[in-house]
């Protein structure tokens, strides 16, 4: 229900969210035109234009890219293929449940910034320590999200896959996992949104390279109008992650949860 109601509601008007973004970007120069900060401090919508200009023609924006998500995408990657399974295993299990849903809930509630130094002493600096913060940002998330949908699942529908012979592997293919993909592409938005934001916080300690680390590199060297546009290339490539995962909402497979 939750997912849905953040389902654009059909026929609104396209153009309105590039109109606010229009208007921001007046109010912005506006600000800088007043001289309400120094330019140094607040650079105005033509320096910034000039910043990414440079740092497209340098190839360095690609190459931090790259490598931010490589970095989201193999941590979050393995904590997809972990967290899922056993919160699936978990869902059909209520003494494992019972035992293991407190550990995993004290781990969901620890800031993952908070290994940082483990990860540094554990792994250096470079992609590991990173890939590390993101997996602790998302396996137990995932795998408590997964675990509280399996077990909400209506019990009558293990009572008609029983009476037709349906358990095992093949009840969790064909009733438990379709059951519960609303709620895990739920998790999955939130969730990577998470991974996001903390491969950007991950790289500014623990990288030689990635978006998160050319923040730092540019607050270092006073170029503010490079921040800036590092600001802009964190929050859109969000954007169309959440927006890639929210179209997993319109499979096929997907839809029957929705029915439950």
Known sequence: MGLMSQVPVRGTPRFLPISLALVAVLVWAAVVALGVFPESLFPSPRAVARGMVEELRSGRLLNDAVASLFRVGTGFALAVVLGIPLGLWLGHRAYARAAMTPAINFFRNLSPLAWMPFAVLWFGIGDVPAIFLIFMASFFPLALAATLAVASIPSVYFRVASD?????????????FPAILPEVITALRVTAG???VVVVAAEMVAGRDGLGFAVLDARNGLRTDLVVVEMIVIGAIGVIIDRLLAGLTRLPSVRWGYER
């Open 194 to 196: 998470v991974a996001w």
């Open 164 to 176: 037709h012979g349906i358990g095992g592997w093949e009840l969790v293919a064909r009733v438990s």
